[in-house]
């Protein structure tokens, strides 16, 4: 079975400051695909990166990073630079890449964003 | 990104009441549609799992009588939720994926239901 633990329910961090949110997983698929959503109080899912779990190098979508660490299974989000409109929940997810590939998510950190 | 229309984005009803809620995706066909639920301050968690033209594959503890999905064509899935009570009450979102590639599957706005 797959799972994923986000073990900060809330973080801070000042605008301009970076802040990495944490993420574990656990699958025994040897294909899989890691995600990272953002939820405003809107309610909408926001994608904001993907990797893959063949991937080599990590990736970067402008101010997000994954920083993937295959052998630990963690898939941390790095936000660089943050805004004041960065504040909102953030969800690790993931996703076997074989059969419906629906995505299971994690329990989600709240992130504040402070002037 | 692919655009993903859910309708109506919130929702009050009466108990006992069935509602209906509508995913559409609109400028791709989608084979897979996903619907997950969501309470205040927690997690999404899967409900179903729908695909053009077939039965739903519906997750644990989800009761398939109460929570009709609906397939019927590659651009639309229905939620209905039957006799609804008040612990329905939730944030209802869909995701659909395009079936031809591997990417990421897009979100609709989200559904607030609310029964009273």
């Known amino acids: 079975a797959q799972k994923i633990t986000q073990t900060q329910p809330g973080m801070f961090v000042q605008e301009k400051e970076a802040v990495t949110l944490d993420c574990t997983y656990d699958?025994?698929?040897?294909?899989?695909?890691l995600f990272w959503y953002k939820q405003p109080s809107s309610g909408e899912m926001i994608f904001l990166i993907y990797?893959?779990?063949?991937?080599?190098q990590n990736a970067t979508e402008g101010r997000y990073s994954l920083n993937f660490q295959k052998a630990r299974k963690s898939a941390n989000l790095v936000i660089s630079a943050s805004q004041l409109g960065d504040s909102a929940m953030y969800f690790c997810?993931?996703?076997?890449?074989?059969?419906?590939?629906?995505?299971?998510f994690g329990t989600g950190t709240r992130l504040l964003v402070s002037p | 990104g692919a655009v993903v229309s859910q309708h109506p984005s919130w929702v009050i009803c009466k108990s006992g009441t069935s509602v209906k809620i509508e995913c559409r995706s609109l400028?791709?066909?989608?084979?897979?549609m996903f619907w997950y639920r969501q309470f205040p301050k927690q997690s999404l968690m899967l409900m179903a799992t729908?695909?053009?033209?077939?039965?739903?594959?519906?997750e644990q503890g989800v009761e398939k009588d109460k929570f009709l999905i609906n397939h019927a064509s590659l651009t639309l899935s229905t939620l209905t939720v039957t006799s609804a009570h008040p612990e329905d009450s939730s944030f209802y979102i869909c995701s659909a994926r395009d079936g031809q590639v591997n990417t990421e599957a897009f979100f609709g706005q989200g559904t607030r239901l609310t029964v009273v």
């Open positions: 729908s695909n053009e033209g077939s039965k739903a594959t519906y």
């Open positions: 990797q893959g779990s063949y991937d080599q």
């Open positions: 400028d791709f066909q989608a084979t897979t």
């Open positions: 997810a993931m996703r076997r890449n074989t059969g419906f590939q629906k995505l299971v």
């Open positions: 699958t025994s698929d040897p294909s899989y695909g």
